[in-house]
């Protein structure tokens, strides 16, 4: 009677200090933490640059532009990304939108 109180402590413990971790999880969220500080990085740069625009000056207008859109451009690939990992399909036409507006601020200078 004894080994058999023993056999299930082995298999609880073995189950809980063994159990394999959930990489997918993690890589999801590390794409969707990517994308939210870049857009939201992106955003604080065009607010910086409507505020330099504001005060009448233009120094480092454009190379704060194309910083903005490539930091903008890098988190719609890791959102594109975090869908695939997700298993869902991403919202395509949103995401082209974004994209199509990114690449004009960066062309535009």
């Not at 394999?20 to 992106?42: G, H, Q, V």
């Not at 910083?67 to 990992?85: P, Q, R």
Request: proline share 4%.
């Amino acid at each position: 009677m004894k080994p058999i109180p023993f056999l299930l402590l082995l298999i609880f413990f073995t189950n809980f200090c063994l159990s394999t971790p959930i990489y997918a999880e993690k890589s999801l969220d590390a794409y969707m933490k990517d994308f939210y500080s870049k857009s939201n990085e992106a955003k604080l740069i065009l607010k910086e640059i409507e505020n330099i625009l504001k005060e009448g000056s233009r120094n480092q207008v454009c190379s704060k532009q194309r910083e903005a859109a490539k930091l903008g451009l890098l988190a719609n690939e890791s959102l594109i990304k975090a869908f695939k990992i997700a298993g869902k399909e991403a919202p395509m036409e949103v995401i082209n939108a974004s994209q199509l507006r990114w690449k004009s601020i960066l062309n535009e200078c």
